[in-house]
């Protein structure tokens, strides 16, 4: 009954490190996405994913890389981490492209200093 | 642009009484609507999820209804309780590409009073 999962769920960066978060869905679902959710901003799209193999640009990509090597997990990699990426990323899933339902991971709280 | 706007941006209530969020958005062309319940640190739950033919949703004690003339939803919840208190966060489903982009509201606080 695990949905969608995120790790690590905490992790503090200094300013140039690199770092990796996974996540991981178990509903066999195709389409994939990265959010980061910010004070006063709403969450914005990163990038996405419609299948394995294949990842998009969303509304804020610049920073950020993904990777789609196996249908259930979806990586987002920071190559130089920057004090403006500080933010809570969420990950989602859904099985319909237009008109399916998200299902949201719990958040991985990300701080850059 | 779609632009999402969710008004108030906090709001008290006590225990037993019938609220509404109101959700707005600019831009009509939309494929649907969902509601979602975000809890301190936690993720996002969806709660409903309105298509864009459909003109409301029911689930339990919560109703949502979807008016895409006037660029309006509403989240009505009935006999709020302490434990509906969380951020409640709306979000648009746009055309464009070939998935689902969501465009969030920026959401609305609700802490119901015991």
């Known amino acids: 009954n695990a949905g969608v999962t995120q790790t690590p769920k905490f992790r503090v960066l200094k300013t140039g490190q690199s770092m990796t978060l996974l996540c991981a869905q178990d509903?066999?679902?195709?389409?994939m996405y990265w959010y980061r959710q910010d004070p006063g901003m709403g969450l914005r799209l990163i990038h996405y994913s419609v299948g394995e193999g294949t990842t998009a640009k969303g509304e804020v990509p610049d920073g950020y890389n993904v990777s789609r090597l196996k249908k259930q997990n979806f990586l987002l990699g920071l190559e130089s981490a920057a004090p403006s990426q500080t933010s809570v990323y969420f990950c989602a899933s859904s099985s319909v492209a237009y008109t399916g339902e998200l299902f949201f991971g719990e958040g991985s709280r990300l701080t850059v200093l | 642009k779609q632009e999402v706007t969710q008004i108030p941006a906090a709001l008290s209530v006590p225990e037993g009484e019938n609220l509404v969020l109101n959700c707005s958005f600019t831009?009509?062309?939309?494929?649907?609507l969902q509601w979602f319940r975000q809890d301190p640190g936690k993720g996002l739950t969806s709660l409903l999820l309105?298509?864009?033919?459909?003109r409301e949703q029911t689930s339990g004690r919560l109703n949502a209804s979807l008016d895409k003339s006037s660029g309006r939803s509403t989240l009505y919840i009935a006999a709020s309780q302490p434990g509906d208190s969380a951020t409640y966060l709306c979000a648009v489903g746009r055309y464009g590409g070939a998935t689902n982009k969501l465009i969030f509201g920026t959401g609305t606080l609700l802490a119901v009073q015991p």
């Open positions: 831009d009509s062309a939309i494929y649907n």
């Open positions: 509903m066999n679902h195709e389409y």
């Open positions: 309105i298509q864009s033919s459909q």
